[in-house]
């Protein structure tokens, strides 16, 4: 007799686990279900950030049908219809719920010794007169609560790529960054860049919003003119 009760019991501890609603993959979904999906937009793009989103969305706070009538009886909403699991719009109803669900957060900071640099998503890398500087770095931090999967270590593409070269990462393919934690990677600039500003992209695959990070890698090189050296704009 009592394997016949114990196994029903398995059985309902197994599907309440495998439904219980994961905030955190909601709110991926809410800021990047059209990354996600084939989905032509996302939430994000209709309603703004949560909290604060327009529209009365957080009525489906947890309420995974408040979702499903508005994905039915909106206009605007119908094209998302068919991208979205029951499982998405029960995540998504989580998220909302939970908005502060403890989730990744990541920053790149510029840290030189590259001219002109601090601006985030952005690199410059300066070739000096003197040929001091040729390279420049920057980190990746995860300042979140929850910690993120990298899915590659940087890689430089773009119509100028040719004139940049990774001289040091150990953000990698694999690496988890917990709270706090940030790997680091410096783009050195080809001294024989003749372009006068070479332009390239440098992208890093990680498992959090957007799938990744992008930096614009922009190559400074000195001209000389009228006996003076400068960069160029
Ligand atoms: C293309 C624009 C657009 C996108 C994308 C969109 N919505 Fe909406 N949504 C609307 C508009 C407009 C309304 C409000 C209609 C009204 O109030 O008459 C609405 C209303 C809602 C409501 C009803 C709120 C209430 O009053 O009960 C919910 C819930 C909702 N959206 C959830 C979502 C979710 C979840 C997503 C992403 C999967 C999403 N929406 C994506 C445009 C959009």
């Known amino acids: 007799m009592r394997r016949q009760v114990a196994l029903p019991l398995v059985l309902l ?58 994905l039915g009886s909106i206009p605007q909403m119908a094209r998302l219809d068919a991208h979205l699991s029951a499982r998405d719009i029960a995540d998504i109803a989580a998220y909302l719920g939970a908005p502060d669900v403890a989730s990744p957060q990541l920053v790149l900071v510029s840290d030189g010794p590259g001219t002109n640099h601090g601006a985030q998503g952005r690199m410059e890398i300066g070739l000096s007169p003197d040929a001091g500087v040729l390279y420049s770095g920057m980190t990746l931090q995860n300042r979140g609560a929850a910690p993120v999967r990298l899915r590659s270590g940087p890689v430089i593409s773009g119509s100028g ?43 890093i695959a990680h498992d959090w919003l957007y799938g990744g990070e992008r930096v614009a890698l922009i190559g400074r090189v000195a001209e000389r003119a009228g006996g003076k050296t400068r960069l160029s704009k």
Not at 30 to 45: H, K
């Open 13 to 70: 501890a197994a599907s309440m686990s495998s439904a219980a609603q994961d905030a955190l993959r909601g709110k991926r979904l809410y800021y990047d279900l059209a990354g996600l999906t084939s989905a032509p937009v996302s939430c994000v793009e209709c309603h703004g950030g949560f909290p604060g989103a327009a529209h009365g969305i957080g009525r489906a706070a947890n309420d995974p049908n408040a979702i499903r009538y508005a």
């Open 161 to 203: 790529a040719a004139h940049f070269r990774l001289r040091f990462t150990d953000c990698t393919a694999g690496r988890v960054l917990p709270r706090g934690e940030s790997c680091r990677f410096e783009v050195a600039l080809d001294p024989d860049a003749r372009m006068p500003a070479p332009v390239a992209t440098l992208s």
